[in-house]
């Protein structure tokens, strides 16, 4: 049964999956700077960026993912809204991070 | 052997179409989708930039002041790395306390100014007097100080002592500014080689544009044009100042 509808729940994982990046966010200024952190300042710029940079590209290969099993295995008028609801919001956060990412790395 | 009838080719031929159709939106969608979000914030981007030439004759320096944990960390996300690929050396610090890491700050300023011929200064705080800190240091090695940006609400009237003390150019804040939105804009034309009068007119553009869409979004309860009055930064000295320039 799993099988069968595979593609759909890896629909909902994939927004699903949004809130990884939304914990880091919330949890890493913390690690870095409340007090009695936990990690130095020298070290928090590279985590967080390899952080943010992994979690913004498996949501990105996820998401891909998720549309094209969506596109290739479900009828149209049922892949098209899930696409819409599930896999552009995804889309949208991970493109947000990785740009953000990219950024901070002060290549764009 | 297997009895391929026309049929059947043409529901393989349709079944591969449909897959790179679905392999192309899944690859197409999130492109497009990434240059919206370029588009949403407002700036161009900067790839496959070089850096403007004499990079070994410059020095930053950045502080932040003790706010919450998340500002901190946004401030060193954005700022940390730029300052290390556009000069040759760079020191960042994060306050934990109003008033500490004097020593440090001003012991790293010295070597700053005793081995490189132009320094820049990134305060951002808010409402501060690090200007305190520096007039101690000898007049001959405060004149290599370049560039002083210095985000504190009400602190653009700092900018004649600033000068005064030896940097070319002071850019401030006239009010109770939010002056996060400008100084995205401003440090990241003015490291890729716009002057500093061009990066803030792009710098004030840029944030009035964020402001009128927060107005817009909150359905009026913000009032952009106040926002942008107590914002609106302005530059002192030298504006024609480029980051390859030297004082």
Not at chain 1, 29 to 47: I, K, N, Q
Not at chain 2, 211 to 239: I, K, M, P, T
């Amino acid at each position: 049964m799993i099988r069968n509808y595979g593609h759909f729940l890896l629909a909902f994982a994939v927004l699903l999956f949004q809130v990884f990046p939304g914990i880091f966010i919330y949890v890493a200024p913390g690690l870095a700077y409340a007090p009695g952190h936990s990690l130095v300042e020298a070290r928090a710029w590279t985590v967080s960026i390899a952080g943010l940079a992994c979690l913004a590209l498996a949501g990105l290969l996820l998401t891909s993912a998720a549309s094209y099993r969506l596109l290739t295995r479900s009828r149209a008028v049922i892949a098209w809204p899930m696409v819409l609801f599930f896999c552009v919001p995804a889309w949208l956060l991970s493109v947000f991070y990785l740009h953000a990412v990219l950024v901070f790395l002060a290549w764009v | 052997m297997e009895d391929n009838t026309p049929d059947t080719e043409t529901e393989e031929k349709c079944s591969r179409g449909k897959a790179v159709r679905a392999m192309a939106v899944s690859l197409i969608l999130p492109c497009v989708l990434y240059a919206a979000i370029i588009a949403a914030a407002g700036d161009r981007i900067f790839p496959f930039s070089k850096v403007p030439p004499g990079r070994e004759y410059r020095a930053a320096l950045a502080i932040r002041d003790d706010v919450i944990p998340f500002f901190k960390w946004g401030t060193l996300l954005f700022t940390k790395r730029h300052l290390q690929k556009f000069y040759g050396a760079s020191w960042y610090f994060t306050q934990a306390r109003r008033g500490d890491g004097e020593a440090e700050f001003v012991a790293a300023l010295t070597e700053a100014l005793e081995h490189y011929p132009a320094v820049d200064l990134y305060l951002l705080a808010h409402t501060n007097k690090y200007l305190n800190w520096l007039e101690p240091l000898p007049e001959t090695l405060r004149r290599r100080l370049r560039f002083v940006y210095n985000t504190g609400c009400h602190n653009q009237g700092q900018g004649q002592d600033w000068l005064a003390l030896g940097a070319d150019t002071y850019i401030g804040h006239p009010g109770k500014s939010q002056s996060p939105f400008f100084y995205f804009f401003l440090l990241r034309h003015w490291l890729h080689g716009a002057s500093l009068g061009e990066a803030l007119e792009i710098g004030n553009r840029g944030m009035k544009t964020k402001f009128r869409q927060v107005e817009w979004l909150s359905g009026g309860r913000y009032d952009a044009g106040h926002a942008l009055r107590e914002s609106a930064a302005s530059c002192l000295g030298n504006e024609h100042l480029r980051l390859e320039d030297l004082p």
